[in-house]
T-cell receptor, first 114, second 114 residues
Framework: NAGVTQTPKFQVLKTGQSMTLQCAQD?????MYWYRQDPGMGLRLIYY???????DKGEVPNGYNVSRLNKREFSLRLESAAPSQTSVYFC?????????????FGPGTRLTVT | EDKVVQSPLSLVVHEGDTVTLNCSYE??????LLWYKQEKKAPTFLFML????IEKKSGRLSSILDKKELFSILNITATQTGDSAIYLC??????????????FGKGTKLSVIP
């Protein structure tokens, strides 16, 4: 099992460009999450998908969109990148929505917007 | 708004010292509290706590939850340089429609010097 994988690992964008961060898990987990981590800020939830076919906003959704393509994949899109979106982005998954399970994290994507 | 506060934000100790990390929270519909260790990349799971007063232990690490006073502590005894990391506290709460969310604290950066 690869666990949770993310692509790309690093990305530099210019202000106004768009891009999609990809996340996939091979653990048959129901719920998937996108977080961003800024220095001194901990992790903040952007969007989550409790199960295939559903998505909901988290704490900081503005400027982002998500797609739960199937049970395995959950992508995060920046339509018009801004310097404030410079951050490290983590995808995570849990086995079943609504149950207290640990979250399994991907390795992260370091995004810089200039 | 759910809130998780960790203290101290950073800590420097010598090898062999014992440290206590604190996490207090104010959340609606609390379900569980989780501790993660983050080194260079993604957070890795340490403990999940759901009941007050029951200590969870793993080697030199232990944690306990007080649901009345709304806090948790993470203890590390006989610290080693490999314990140097950011320790994240997160609280899981019910967010409606069968979904749960994690709210993270900002983390405690622990540095263990030889």
């Amino acid at each position: 099992n690869a666990g949770v994988t993310q692509t790309p690992k690093f990305q530099v964008l210019k202000t106004g460009q768009s891009m999609t961060l990809q996340c996939a898990q091979d653990m048959n987990h129901n719920s998937m999450y996108w977080y961003r981590q800024d220095p001194g800020m901990g992790l903040r939830l952007i969007y989550y998908s409790a199960s295939e076919g559903t998505t909901d906003k988290g704490e900081v959704p503005n400027g982002y969109n998500v797609s739960r393509l199937n049970k395995r994949e959950f992508s995060l899109r920046l339509e018009s990148a801004a310097p404030s979106q410079t951050s490290v982005y983590f995808c995570a998954s849990t086995p079943k929505g609504g149950v207290s399970y640990e979250q399994y994290f991907g390795p992260g994507t370091r995004l810089t917007v200039t | 708004e759910d809130k998780v506060v960790q203290s101290p934000l950073s800590l420097v100790v010598h090898e062999g010292d014992t440290v206590t990390l604190n996490c207090s929270y104010e959340v609606t519909n609390f379900r569980s509290l989780l501790w993660y260790k983050q080194e260079k990349k993604a957070p890795t799971f340490l403990f999940m706590l759901t009941s007050s007063g029951i200590e969870k232990k793993s080697g030199r690490l232990s944690s306990i939850l007080d649901k009345k006073e709304l806090f948790s502590i993470l203890n590390i005894t006989a610290t080693q340089t490999g314990d140097s990391a950011i320790y994240l506290c997160a609280v899981e709460a019910y967010s409606g429609a069968g979904s749960y969310q994690l709210t993270f604290g900002k983390g405690t950066k622990l540095s263990v010097i030889p």
